[in-house]
């Protein structure tokens, strides 16, 4: 996978976060072409050389579903489980195969997967976060069928559905509400991801900031916490968060 200079990564990392500058109506500047993209190569076993052809027939895809530790569900099944057509699975499960040989993949591989895309920074703790939204089974381990399923989400669910994700993405500890301190955790693994030497420079502050901005627009009874309804009421009454939540539709 190709480096990306440090600005380009910048921009990257605070397109993934889709989390903050959805969440704040801080939405993106980019062309929505150029964050699409930028999005799935974000993602593990989706970049540029995990993209193969999908001319081949589907007695190989069978073959190829075969040879793994762990075989996936069937394609049909994961038709109907996501919003994806055969063929984008033929092609996302290639990508996923090349990466992840095994069929699964655990969390130390998914951070060195990830950590191409961040040489400037640390991403282990956010990488750590992301495995831990992927991982809905909590064993351990990412299967094929679990990448599938949370990408659908992400990508083609309604702004129910993403906005759900994106609440347990920031629930660290699954108890139904979002804290300060799960808020400023996340704040801080995104900082710890972009580096201390990118431009514009972040301030040591930063992440506490964006918790406090995070807390103004969303905790509406002002107790300190929160909850989902909360968090989707907040998101659906800005234009700017609906926009942005718009971004990733029909990408592939």
């Not at 929505?32 to 081949?56: D, E, M, N, Y």
């Not at 992927?134 to 599938?148: A, I, L, R």
Request: glycine share 6%; net charge negative; with cysteine.
């Amino acid at each position: 996978m190709k480096t990306k200079n440090r600005d380009q990564s910048l921009s990257d990392s605070r397109e993934l976060d889709g989390s903050y500058d959805q969440l704040t109506g801080n939405a993106p500047s980019q062309s929505k072409k150029t964050i699409k993209q930028r999005f799935l190569k974000l993602l593990p076993c989706c970049g540029p050389s995990a993209a193969p052809s999908v001319s081949q027939n589907s007695i190989e895809d069978d073959f190829e579903l075969s040879t793994v530790c762990h075989r996936p569900e069937g394609l049909e099944k994961l038709q109907e489980q996501t919003k994806f057509t055969k063929k984008e699975l033929q092609v996302l499960y290639r990508g996923f195969k090349n990466e992840c040989p095994s069929g699964v993949v655990n969390e130390d591989t998914f951070k060195v997967i990830y950590s191409q895309f961040f040489p400037q920074g640390d991403s282990s703790t956010y990488a750590h976060f992301l495995f831990e939204a992927f991982d809905t089974n909590k064993n351990g381990s990412v299967s094929f069928e679990d990448f599938v399923i949370g990408l659908s989400i992400i990508l083609r669910g309604t702004i129910n559905d993403r906005l759900n994700w994106a609440f347990n993405l920031y629930d660290l500890n699954k108890d139904g509400c979002i804290t300060k301190e799960e808020m400023l955790d996340i704040m801080k693994s995104i900082y710890d991801m972009m580096g201390k030497y990118t431009y514009p420079c972040m301030q040591e502050d930063a992440p506490r900031e964006h918790v406090e901005t995070f807390f103004q627009k969303m905790d509406r009874n002002n107790d300190g916490v929160v909850t989902i309804d909360e968090f989707i009421e907040s998101c659906q009454k800005d234009e700017n968060i609906m926009q942005s939540m718009q971004l990733f539709d029909n990408v592939i």
